[in-house]
């Protein structure tokens, strides 16, 4: 028995790919043993059920109904795939998310990325939870929830985006899931070789090189990037980023898989500091902070093992460890635009912090009755961090500002454990597929301040955290097939989640600021209902409604003069609706392919994402305002022309005006904005490329991040020419 497979063909795709690096398939399985019973049309083979378990090659803009040991159906997802949307320079995520609507990206000129979700705080995406290959990449997903690290695009195969039921299949945050797929190891040969280098402006250099095999039931693919910059800004804007690792596959047997791999990470920039309107306006490329610099180093490895038991249970097992160092030095005295000025910008502050993590997760999969799906799984999760805060003079005269941290301010130890356990199950009745969730979350977190100088002077006693928290999450997934093929399909979502607290509202470092003793986590529940399918092969589309609200949310009310108190401060409802639309016009008029090339090898595509929002505090302090980061609308949209050796693609991005802060402070306001980005790749022969681009085309002057310091302009028109060598 297998899965009634969700709609697969992309409404773009060409019927010929242009020449490229080599496909990665799922990785093929020895023959089963002679014993086993031949394959027929009505009963596939151990290797093909394993195959479909495993989740094979998923194509087109949605992602399948069961997928591995996870349920997709009747869950609002979407599926990205990179290598459809041209080359991709410095991680241009405005490209990768063209055709995605409902994320936010608040844009910078450093290698980190920060996503909003329907209007919620988009700063290191830590409202959605970030996965690659379905394992965690927060320095902590629960005390820490910021992505400071994710992976390059060129070892990518696509992005799974999964909104309403993200909470229960992968975790409490409620701003979806985003989970990065990495290629894995061709499979028609021992050796391929993959090269790429770009060059561009501000002294831009990408270099990508890759190789990738199979011999016998072995498969590997070792990769190595590096990518480096001036940056936009006059000065402090530069960063370097380093980046290497493997993936090894083994087939222990016809229907077993064992899956290594390990990620070395390096990344350092400057921090130029931000602008206030009037700098901005009059030269967006200034800078105001020459000292502050930012570094990352990640180390990781994993393995997977995953088994197909009979023709209907499934079984995967991940083990993961990461180590994970976070270090930003920045010079004290400046202001909200303003230069560091005084004798407080003689010195810096240095903070480190350490990450430790350990995860474990089984998920089962079993197919039962007519045609229903069952998983169980659980997690078990520990982290070990501490952070250390301290204090020294700079030396002004050297460019990088550089100085060794002086005197420890503070030394936090941090503790989490969590303990997780979920279950679905997918019933299919004809057309209708009705799927209940629940997740029953355990998470103990202890804190410790072991230093607080500040605290020691004022004779405040150091703060010692340990709490507990379950939570009980239910959702319910429910889909019906509008045709037998599921070219057509209604969904309907409603899933709940919830904000654990963060280390920072756990405990309180500063003298005069407390923590409530009934602080809660935050909830929220989220509902989808939509349409979506592919009705025809030249057009794909998904539209939606949502809606989603959050309560108890934690901020810091003033308490006094000099005081405050950390507490649950309010509610938000965020809800609007959501659009995708791609059509290939090649397809819509066959007669019309035939007059520009033989067998319609090609495509010329138009696309389309937006979101319309409606979002509002409905209690507390912020009452009857704009959430940060939630404008009435965001959209997207472009064309791609595609033949047998070439490819184009011209996107737009368009913002309305939006706040960067809660209380809608002047200050934090963001104009609206369109930015549009040109990229192309021609192949000369099967084996050789040229790739070019130029982003912001238009040349806007325009910025979509404020912070602290002040706006944070992003770059202007900018250049990129390289080549790529498939072998």
């Known amino acids: ?199 561009g402006t501000n002294s831009f250099f990408s270099t990508y090189n890759a190789a990738s095999g199979t011999n016998g039931p072995v498969g590997y693919y070792i990769y190595q990037h590096h990518r480096q910059s001036d940056g936009y800004r006059q000065a402090n804007s530069d960063f370097g980023l380093d980046y290497g690792g493997a993936k090894l596959v083994f087939d222990s047997g016809p229907t077993s898989r064992w899956t290594a791999g390990f990620d070395l990470y390096n990344e350092q920039h400057g921090e130029p500091g931000g602008l206030t309107r009037a700098a901005f306006e009059a030269d967006p490329s200034q800078s105001t902070r020459l000292l502050d610099r930012f570094q990352l180093d990640r180390y990781s490895g994993w393995l997977m093992y995953q088994e197909m038991i009979g023709e209907e249970t499934f079984v995967e097992m991940r083990l993961w460890g990461v180590q994970y160092d976070r270090f930003s030095k920045r010079q004290r005295g400046g202001g909200f635009g303003t230069a560091p000025t005084g004798a407080a910008a003689l010195q810096a502050d240095f903070e480190l912090q350490n990450f430790n993590t350990f995860g474990f997760e089984p998920r089962i999969r079993h197919d039962w009755g007519a045609d229903h799906t069952l998983t169980i799984g659980t997690q078990y999760y520990h982290t070990d961090s501490t952070r250390r805060d301290t204090r020294d003079s700079v030396d002004l005269s050297d460019s990088l500002g550089s100085s060794t941290p002086g005197q420890r301010k503070n030394l936090v130890d941090r503790e989490i454990d969590y303990f997780p356990i979920f279950v679905e199950n997918l019933f299919r009745f004809g057309r209708w597929s009705i799927t209940p969730g629940a997740r029953f979350e355990n998470i103990w977190q202890d804190l410790r301040e072991l230093q607080n100088e500040e605290k020691r002077v004022a004779g405040v006693p150091l703060a010692v955290e340990s709490d507990t928290d379950f939570e009980p999450l239910f959702g319910l997934g429910i889909a019906y097939d509008l045709r037998e093929d599921q070219s057509l399909q209604s969904y309907f979502n409603i899933s709940q989640a919830y904000r654990p607290k963060i280390f920072t509202q756990a405990i309180s470092t500063t003298v005069g600021q407390t923590v409530a003793g009934d602080i809660a986590p935050g909830e929220s529940y989220q509902a989808d209902v939509g349409l979506r399918g592919q009705p025809a092969d030249w057009i794909a589309f998904d539209a939606s409604l949502f809606y989603l609200e959050l309560r108890d949310q934690i901020g810091t009310v003033t308490t006094g003069p000099g005081t405050s108190e950390i507490r649950n401060v309010g509610d938000a409802v965020h809800k609007g609706a959501e659009l995708f639309v791609e059509a290939d016009l090649y397809r819509w008029d066959d007669d019309r392919c035939g007059h520009f090339r033989d067998d319609c090898q090609g495509a010329i595509s138009l696309f389309h994402s937006a979101m319309w929002l409606d979002a509002e505090f409905i209690a507390g302090p912020n009452v009857g305002r704009i959430p940060q980061y939630a404008p009435e609308y965001s959209g997207r949209g472009g064309f791609a022309f595609t033949t047998a050796n070439a490819r184009i693609m011209l996107g737009g991005t368009w913002l309305d005006s939006h706040f960067a802060a809660d209380n809608n402070d002047p200050t934090r306001f963001i104009p609206a904005y369109n930015v549009w980005d040109l990229t192309g790749q021609y192949y000369f022969t099967d084996r050789l490329a040229i790739s070019g681009g130029i982003y912001n085309v238009f040349n806007r002057q325009y910025f979509a991040r404020v912070r602290n310091d002040g706006i944070d302009p992003a770059a202007d028109r900018n250049y990129f020419l390289g080549a790529r060598l498939d072998y």
Not at 34 to 42: K, L, N, V, Y
């Open 1 to 199: 028995m297998t899965n009634q497979p969700a709609p697969t063909a992309s409404a773009t795709q060409p019927t010929t790919q242009p020449p490229g690096p080599p496909q990665e398939f799922t990785f093929p399985l020895p023959e089963a043993e002679p014993s086993a019973a031949p394959p027929t049309d009505d009963l596939p083979s151990l290797g093909d059920l394993f195959d479909d378990a495993f989740g094979g090659d998923v194509s087109g803009p949605f992602l399948p109904d069961v997928q591995g040991a996870r349920i997709y159906s009747g869950k609002k997802t979407e599926n990205i795939d990179l290598e459809a949307l041209g080359p991709n320079a410095n991680n241009n995520y405005r490209q990768a998310l063209v055709k995605t609507p409902g994320l936010l990206l608040s844009e910078e000129t450093t290698p980190l990325v920060s996503l909003g979700y329907r209007g919620l705080e988009p700063h290191r995406t830590q409202f959605t939870q970030v996965l690659k290959d379905g394992i965690p990449i927060h320095a902590d997903q629960f005390g820490y929830p910021e992505a400071y690290y994710t992976p390059p695009f060129q070892v990518i195969d696509r992005i799974e985006f999964l909104r309403g039921g993200a909470s229960l299949m992968y975790g409490p945050q409620p701003g979806g899931a985003l989970n990065f797929i990495t290629k894995n190891p061709v499979t028609d040969r021992p050796l391929a070789i993959e090269s790429e280098q770009l060059f």
